[in-house]
């Protein structure tokens, strides 16, 4: 027995060693030594190609859909100034430190903004870099056949097996008539048949995508071409669609006048019907208005009726009827009794019973008592059912009992200045009221055919007996609306064909056991999670056991084997979804 000893040597290291002791240290480890490898640079085209995938990945197109929407807000929540330049200018005296940030940061005019445009670009271009390198794979798909049968269908989802004294050839054509039957993409491959269905479910999706595209480029071209203007048109009257016609207009960036469609139209009549009792009393039952229009230069004049929500269509123009009101005939008098001025008036509506206002304006042609040149204005009030004891609004919109209130005024109405006013609004800062008998403004309520004086002879107001009506109409032209709504859709059926159509892949393999009895193997194989894979092989295991019925296994009972019961299809246990 051998008592041999090991002793250690003295290893601790003196001064001279100390400088040592770290490089020493560092060897006492047999791991390898570890270097942090300098990793190449990308470069520009790196970088690029980095920048492309992130692009046309699906969450960075969620995100820039998620942007995109989120920036529609503020358009819907803030006055644009191509849609109501008015209220935007009125937002800009309301809030005086706010509308600054609000212009620089372009949201009086978000969809035309430098942010929300990149936002709609980005979006069209990860669309386009998504599409194109899916829809190339599909078409090759479409082009191949089925992958063939793996070696180990045990490992797949849903898998069934069974014996039968049918032939191998015989089971895998009665299995490739069944699969065929069954709108499958089904051809032999080996001893195999392989099938897969559900290839509309890519064809959703890509229709999806490509929608979403068709719409962006409906909405972008619609915004850039796009016009849209009103005009009142008093009974009688008539309007050319030319831009001077219209009261108000606006237009794409893109528009030009060359594009308005030529045509023309008069308002014949107007007709308004309303409710006479219950509680929806007053409220409109009919707004037609009849036209009679004509299409290009020497068109020929037709007739129509305008309704609510049912346009006059001309190439790419709708008219739509959009507001009503009353335009009573006035007529002025000088002190001599001449006619200075005869005209309907269209005056603005207040409520919903068409409680109006507006003013009456004689720019020309009048003189005063002593033949001095002057302008009349008259603050005008209309009521067109009248309810005494009540003169701030009328009780029903019908013409029951109409009233006008006049207020009469001289002087200068300012038309002149150069600086532009609303026809209907009177700038009292240069007028002077005539006064009553008492040294009152003067004002009276008249009913139709009444007349007011003006004092000192200066001559007389008539509210005429025929009281027009006028209609508001809006003409709109949006290109590209059909485009966009194709589009949306398409989106929506593509959308659910990707989400209730299941893409699978079925299997059936048929060979020979080592005993000279035929082995049939089904199993299937769901390219999505909700495919309901066992139970439509469980179906299809069906149909193809009655064709090719069990055989009795070598230690089975021959008695036992006369009912065979049809193979059972359930989820194999391990199974590998590859």
């Known amino acids: 027995m051998s008592n041999t000893k090991t002793s250690a040597p003295d290893n601790t290291p003196g001064p001279a060693e100390d400088q040592d002791l770290g490089a020493a240290g560092s060897q006492l480890s047999t791991a390898p030594t570890e270097e942090i490898a300098s990793l190449p640079s990308l470069g520009v085209i790196g970088w690029a190609r980095w920048?492309?995938?992130q692009l046309t990945s699906m969450r960075v197109a969620l995100l820039l859909l998620l942007l995109l929407s989120l920036?529609?807000?503020?358009?819907?929540?803030?006055?644009?100034?191509?849609?109501?330049?008015t209220k935007v200018a009125e937002f800009r005296k309301a809030h005086e430190t706010l509308a600054p940030i609000y212009d620089k940061l372009g949201l009086f005019h978000v969809y035309s903004s430098v942010w929300f445009s990149a936002?709609?670009?980005?979006?069209?271009?990860?669309?386009?870099?998504?599409?194109?390198?899916?829809?190339?794979?599909?078409?090759?798909?479409?082009r191949s056949r089925p992958p063939g049968a793996p070696r180990r269908l045990t490992r797949l989802p849903a898998y069934t097996t069974w014996r039968t004294e049918a032939e191998p050839e015989q089971v895998r054509e009665a299995a490739l008539t069944l699969l065929k039957k069954r709108r499958f993409r089904a051809h032999l491959a080996g001893d195999a048949v392989a099938a897969e269905k559900g290839y509309l479910r890519e064809v959703g999706n890509l229709a999806f995508h490509i929608a979403l595209i068709v719409m962006l480029i409906a909405f972008a071209w619609g915004q850039l071409f796009k016009s849209e203007g009103n005009k009142l048109?008093?009974?009688?009257?008539?309007?050319?669609?030319?831009?001077?016609?219209?009261?108000?207009?606006?237009?794409?960036?893109?528009?030009?006048?060359?594009d308005l469609d030529p045509f023309s139209f008069t308002l014949k009549n107007f007709k308004g019907t309303y409710e006479t009792s219950g509680p929806n009393r007053?409220?409109?039952?009919?707004?037609?208005?009849?036209?009679?229009?004509?299409?290009?230069?020497?068109?020929?004049?037709?007739?129509?009726?305008?309704?609510?929500?049912?346009?006059?269509?001309?190439?790419?123009?709708?008219?739509?009827?959009?507001?009503?009101?009353?335009?009573?005939?006035?007529?002025?008098?000088?002190?001599?009794?001449?006619?200075?001025?005869?005209?309907?008036?269209?005056?603005?509506?207040?409520?919903?019973?068409?409680?109006?206002?507006?003013?009456?304006?004689?720019?020309?042609?009048?003189?005063d008592a002593k033949g001095k040149w002057d302008q009349l204005g008259f603050q005008a009030f209309f009521l067109p059912t009248y309810v005494k004891g009540n003169e701030l609004a009328s009780q029903f919109p019908a013409l029951l009992n109409p009233v006008l209130n006049l207020e009469?005024?001289?002087?200068?109405?300012?038309?002149?200045?150069?600086?532009?006013?609303?026809?209907?609004?009177?700038n009292k800062k240069n007028l002077k009221g005539f006064k009553d008998s008492k040294g009152a403004q003067l004002r009276e309520n008249l009913k139709p055919g009444e007349t007011m004086k003006l004092p000192n002879g200066a001559g007389s107001i008539t509210f005429e007996k025929e009281i027009k009506e006028w209609a508001g109409f809006q003409v709109a032209r949006q290109p590209a609306s059909g485009w966009a709504l194709?589009?949306?859709?398409?989106?929506?059926?593509?959308?659910?064909?990707?989400?209730?159509?299941?893409?699978?892949?079925?299997?059936?393999?048929?060979?020979?056991?080592?005993?000279?009895?035929?082995?049939?193997?089904?199993?299937?194989?769901?390219?999505?999670?909700?495919?309901?894979?066992?139970?439509?092989?469980?179906?299809?295991?069906?149909?193809?056991?009655?064709?090719?019925?069990?055989?009795?296994?070598?230690?089975?009972?021959?008695?036992?084997?006369?009912?065979?019961p049809d193979p059972q299809v359930a989820p194999a246990e391990g199974a590998d979804s590859k």
Request: hydrophobic share 40%; net charge negative.
């Open 51 to 53: 920048f492309w995938r």
């Open 71 to 85: 920036g529609a807000i503020p358009g819907s929540l803030i006055p644009q100034t191509g849609i109501d330049e």
């Open 119 to 142: 936002i709609y670009i980005l979006l069209f271009v990860s669309l386009i870099g998504c599409i194109v390198p899916r829809t190339w794979q599909f078409v090759g798909q479409l």
């Open 233 to 258: 048109i008093v009974e009688g009257d008539g309007f050319s669609n030319t831009l001077t016609q219209y009261d108000d207009f606006k237009s794409g960036s893109l528009f030009s006048q060359d």
């Open 282 to 367: 007053g409220t409109p039952r009919t707004y037609e208005a009849d036209l009679t229009y004509s299409v290009g230069a020497y068109g020929k004049d037709r007739k129509t009726t305008v309704k609510v929500n049912e346009p006059l269509e001309i190439g790419d123009s709708k008219v739509y009827l959009v507001s009503h009101g009353y335009a009573p005939v006035i007529t002025v008098r000088n002190g001599k009794g001449d006619i200075v001025y005869q005209d309907a008036v269209p005056l603005l509506p207040l409520d919903g019973n068409v409680t109006s206002t507006g003013a009456i304006k004689v720019m020309d042609g009048y003189r």
């Open 408 to 426: 009469a005024y001289h002087g200068d109405l300012g038309v002149n200045s150069g600086l532009p006013q609303s026809v209907y609004q009177l």
């Open 486 to 564: 194709a589009g949306s859709l398409a989106a929506i059926f593509g959308l659910a064909a990707s989400l209730f159509i299941q893409r699978r892949r079925v299997w059936v393999r048929a060979t020979t056991g080592t005993d000279g009895v035929t082995v049939v193997e089904m199993a299937g194989l769901g390219r999505s999670e909700s495919a309901k894979v066992p139970e439509e092989l469980g179906d299809l295991a069906g149909i193809l056991y009655e064709q090719a019925p069990g055989a009795p296994d070598p230690d089975d009972d021959p008695a036992d084997s006369a009912a065979s």
